[in-house]
């Protein structure tokens, strides 16, 4: 604006200096005319500067001569100020899940619709050595909120870091990845197994530890060992505090700009001290009847695992082997079981699927187009089971497979939506009503992140 003023000023004061310069009629329309076409390329320059500055999505970006940013980009806010981070941030995650069973009753078909997760939370950075994370999950049938994550963190910026509080355990790349960026909408039944049964991944109950880390840039390595209380209620005062110790390894090294590989092992122990460590679950949904497959009242446990992942553009593997003994409280056999689930991804539109070597977990999908990026699934897993109590009467071991065919469409960034359908066999298992039909089950989710 102010060239412009200055130009139309300079024009005027050509038109008064006529009588003095003696400026001819051309002249001056000549004059007029170039002056002209300076005003409209310089108003051109400003239309096309306040396009390039324009954030995506209307989002605002504003940033301060003191170093003060704040950033709506991402669907929540973030606030940045030198070294300090503040951000506000969640999902929505709708689901809606059917299946047709009968398995252990006459029927155990079900259909539901419910809000998977409800969370908000509030993360940030003191300074660059000190961080923290706070997460609520509010539970749409209670009305009540848990605490679902809360940790301090602090990261020496030399490859080491030490967290303490409630976070997720380090086993399994599948547990590490967020739920938000997991390419089906349940994990697999060995996940869930070991989730629910033994505490051994994902975040410790309502209970919290410290957890010792490093990572390694120039290797692509990274690892941690996690010491910590899952907070199992328990009448005898001896047995309260019951201390889990997990540890993890994994090396993603580049083959190219596009390709990588991941290898990854990891070991898990606890004295359950007589704790119910029980299995009984609708296979593959979440809702509905249950099935019960484990049962003990145990003492020591271990597991331990295997994973690994290979990734070249749009196409993705991944695969994960998982072995888990668990003994009663005078040391003899209460059950044992091992499995894997093997998957194949493939992104339709070309994008690569996203993935944190520092953590050894995959990441969300960015779109490249205006009509998002879709992505197809195929995923097989195999269980065997061996527990006295349960299976029929001339084996006790029995044995799961499930398959799962999905398609994902990443609307945005921030916009997802998943529909599944699987197929789930059980041989060997009690069924008081007297059929082996599979479970075929169809889920769909519509999630917002923020």
């Known amino acids: 604006m102010k060239k412009k003023f200055i130009l139309t000023l300079i024009w005027m004061l050509s038109i008064l200096a006529q009588p003095v310069y003696s400026v001819t009629d051309e002249e001056v329309a000549s004059m007029q005319e170039k002056l002209q076409d300076a005003l409209m390329k310089i108003e051109a320059l400003e239309q096309t500067q306040k396009q390039l500055s324009k954030p995506k999505s209307d989002a605002v970006v504003t940033k301060s001569k003191k170093g003060l940013s704040i950033d709506t980009t991402g669907g929540g806010i973030s606030v940045e100020s030198g070294d300090a981070k503040f951000k506000i941030g969640g999902r929505l995650q709708l689901d809606y899940q059917g299946m047709n ?76 990845t967020s739920s938000n960026w997991i390419s089906t909408v349940e994990r697999s039944i060995l996940n869930l197994m070991s989730e629910n049964v033994n505490y051994l991944i994902g975040k410790p109950g309502d209970g919290a530890g410290v957890k010792l880390g490093f990572y390694d840039k120039e290797t692509q390595s990274s690892g941690a060992i996690s010491v910590y209380d899952a907070y199992i209620n328990d009448s005898n005062d001896d047995n309260s505090m019951i ?50 497959l484990l049962d003990a009242n145990a003492g020591d ?32 056999k209460g059950y044992e079981w091992d499995g894997y689930y093997a998957q194949v991804a493939y992104t339709l539109t070309g994008e690569t699927r996203g993935y944190k070597w520092q953590t050894g977990s995959f990441d969300k999908i960015k779109p490249a187009g205006p009509m998002g990026a879709w992505e197809v699934i195929l995923r097989y897993e195999d269980l065997s089971l061996d527990d006295a109590d349960e299976g029929t009467v001339a084996d006790s071991k029995v044995d799961i497979d499930r398959t ?47």
Do not use: C
């Open 404 to 450: 799962v065919f999905g398609l994902n469409w990443y609307a945005t960034e921030t916009v997802k939506f998943m529909a599944n359908y699987s197929i789930v066999s059980m041989d060997n298992e009690v069924n008081p009503a007297g059929t082996t039909k599979d479970m075929d089950s169809f889920q769909l989710r519509a999630q917002y992140t923020f």
């Open 301 to 332: 446990v271990t597991q331990w695992g295997l994973e690994a992942a290979y990734v070249s553009g749009p196409l993705s593997i991944q695969a994960e082997y998982i072995d888990n003994e668990t003994d009663l409280v005078d040391g003899s």
């Open 101 to 176: 069973s009968a398995h252990q009753s006459a029927n155990k078909s079900f259909g539901d619709l419910e809000w998977r997760r409800t969370r908000f939370g509030l993360s940030g950075a003191v300074n660059k050595y000190w961080s923290y994370d706070v997460t609520y999950d509010v539970a749409s049938e209670t009305d009540k909120a848990n605490l679902d994550e809360g940790f301090i963190k602090y990261d020496t910026l030399d490859g080491v870091f030490v967290t303490v509080g409630k976070t997720k355990a380090d086993m399994w790349m599948e547990q590490r």
């Open 243 to 292: 201390w889990f110790t997990t540890a993890r390894l994994s090396v993603s090294p580049k083959i190219d700009d596009s390709s990588f590989y991941h290898i990854g092992v990891s070991y898990g122990a606890v004295d359950m001290k007589g704790q119910a460590a029980n299995f009984a679950s609708q296979i593959g949904v979440k809702g509905g009847g249950s099935t019960t």
